[in-house]
């Protein structure tokens, strides 16, 4: 992975947090990376070239105004003021080989963070509402969480803001062990992951994109947290904005501060006005 950044600009060394999507159902992770990069207003400080990911190319997703600059792959947004480096990803790791490509990929970026100062690092991930085993709405949308602080996986700061953590994680398990021997850059033969037509349900949770970013932030000594929630295909806003808070809170950032749309805390990426297409021709009616 090479890290190209734009003229003129750097990285910012008191930037000590990453925070990025694991591209997940409905999108969520990106959503909510889009809201936070147009919200704090953080400046496109350059990209990143990846071997594993696919290529595309857009249109700038937060400025209304064309100017000439197109988004990409991966990118990387600085905002000093709250100390965070926030990385895009708007297209999926290449499917030959899925699994090993995401390790691949994941080892990259791993790499791009210890070289470039992070101390800790934020996951954002949607997960298959389908899956969910205990359906309890009556707090609302919840968060969960996987953290690198305890070897099962707790952290105290999470517990402390209500958020219940991912109990399908048990680093004994067969994929998770599977996940930390190639992650440390030990693929232990007796820990090979079973093929495609030999998952358990136990096997799902760790071969999604979030978990091999866990297992390999982790094993460069890298303070990481995963913020989960449940969600399905549709609109997918709302989630958005829930990691979105989720992200501010353990980050211990205040939205009130971000200045956003007429009086409102957020600042809605214009991107998203057309999301769902433009609006129909009323003539047909």
Not at 20 to 40: E, F, K, M, R
Not at 173 to 186: H, M, P
Not at 232 to 259: T, V, W, Y
Request: proline content about 6%.
């Amino acid at each position: 992975m090479e890290f190209v950044i734009e003229q003129g600009k750097q990285l910012h060394q008191d930037c000590s947090t990453l925070l990025l999507p694991a591209l997940s159902i409905g999108n969520v992770g990106q959503l909510a990376v889009d809201l936070l990069v147009s919200s704090t207003r953080a400046e496109r400080i350059g990209y990143l070239d990846d071997p594993y990911i696919l290529p595309c190319v857009g249109n700038n997703a937060y400025g209304p105004i064309s100017c000439g600059d197109l988004a990409l792959p991966l990118e990387a947004y600085d905002s000093p003021a709250n100390a965070l480096t926030l990385v895009q990803q708007r297209s999926p790791v290449v499917q030959l080989f899925k699994q090993g490509m995401m390790i691949e990929f994941a080892k990259n970026l791993a790499d791009f963070a210890v070289a470039s100062g992070k101390k800790h690092i934020v996951v954002l991930s949607g997960l298959d509402f389908g899956r969910w085993q205990r359906i309890d709405m009556s707090s609302g949308l919840q968060t969960y969480y996987l953290s690198s602080t305890n070897s099962d996986g707790t952290d105290e700061y999470c517990e402390q803001l209500g958020w219940k953590r991912l109990q399908e994680y048990n680093p004994a398990q067969r994929s998770w062990k599977y996940l930390s021997a190639l992650a440390e850059g030990n693929p232990l033969e007796e820990n090979r992951l079973p093929f495609e037509d030999e998952l358990e349900e136990e096997d799902y949770y760790p071969s999604l994109p979030f978990a091999a970013l866990f297992s390999c932030f982790k094993a460069k000594g890298l303070k990481v947290t995963c913020l989960l929630c449940y969600c399905s295909e549709g609109d997918n806003i709302p989630d958005a904005f829930h990691l979105a808070e989720a992200a501010c809170k353990l980050l211990r950032l205040s939205p009130e501060n971000f200045h956003g749309d007429e009086g409102s805390k957020w600042l809605i990426p214009f991107s998203w006005k057309t999301v769902y297409g433009p609006p129909p021709d009323m003539s047909i009616f």
